[in-house]
Nanobody
Framework: QVQLVESGGGLVQAGGSLRLSCAAS????????MGWFRQTPGKEREFVAA????????NYADSVKGRFTISRDNAKNTVYLQMNSLKPEDTAVYYC????????????????WGQGTQVTVSS
């Protein structure tokens, strides 16, 4: 059983930056594909980014390419999401997730989820 805890959310002005962190415990972190998702009220959860278990491969939603960067530190059991050039439409609750599957281009199949962290971008 893997537990995931996100942190780093907050309020930022448009054009600003935030870095989200997700700390994992209870499993072998280096075996899991990690992903970030986001959700706003009344909408379905949206895939943001994913990273392979060894960090060698990444995948991004078109809406965040060139602005967001996913990375991981397997020694610290932590995955990060660096968010730059933030826009009001990036406002959402951001969730990290873990899955055993190595398919980072597939936005489904995640086994474990964190509780989420709020990101609010003001215009």
């Amino acid at each position: 059983q893997v537990q995931l805890v996100e942190s780093g959310g907050g309020l930022v002005q448009a054009g600003g930056s935030l870095r989200l962190s997700c700390a994992a415990s209870g499993g072998t972190f280096s075996r899991y594909t990690m992903g970030w998702f986001r959700q706003t009220p009344g909408k379905e959860r949206e895939f943001v980014a994913a990273i392979s278990s060894n960090g060698g491969s990444t995948n991004y939603a078109d809406s965040v390419k060139g602005r967001f960067t996913i990375s991981r530190d397997n020694a610290k059991n932590t995955v990060y999401l660096q968010m730059n050039s933030l826009k009001p439409e990036d406002t959402a609750v951001y969730y990290c997730a873990a899955k055993r599957s190595s398919l980072i281009t597939i936005a489904t199949g995640y086994d474990y989820w964190g509780q989420g962290t709020q990101v609010t971008v003001s215009s």
